[in-house]
């Protein structure tokens, strides 16, 4: 974010070009980071609230248990990013006693 927003600048050009790169899918809204997926116009950055999301969706009201994978796409679906979704998703069904029961 301190890129995006002009307060740091990379010393050499290498470092330069490389978080040119890096930032190019990103956007800063209302102090609020972005993310424009490939098929979403902008996912929501979260970072905390990823575990409580993931979460709900899996043993929620509704909570169907779904796979790791699947959790993680309908999060993202929902509008929403973090860069650890996938691993804290796998650790999510991993300690979920009910998915162990009746996993092969």
């Known amino acids: 974010m301190a890129y995006l927003r002009g307060h740091y600048e990379p010393k050499d050009e290498v470092n330069e070009v490389r978080m040119k790169h890096k930032t190019r899918n990103y956007k800063i809204i209302n102090n609020q980071l972005y993310k424009q997926g490939i098929c979403e116009p902008l996912l929501k950055c979260i970072s905390v609230e990823g575990k409580e999301l993931l979460s709900e969706i899996h043993e929620g009201i509704c909570g169907t248990h779904p796979s790791a ?8 679906r929902q509008g929403f990013y973090w860069p650890s979704a996938q691993s804290d998703s796998k650790e999510i069904v991993k300690s979920c006693h009910n998915c162990q029961i009746s996993a092969r």
């Open 69 to 76: 994978r699947a959790m993680v796409g309908k999060a993202f």
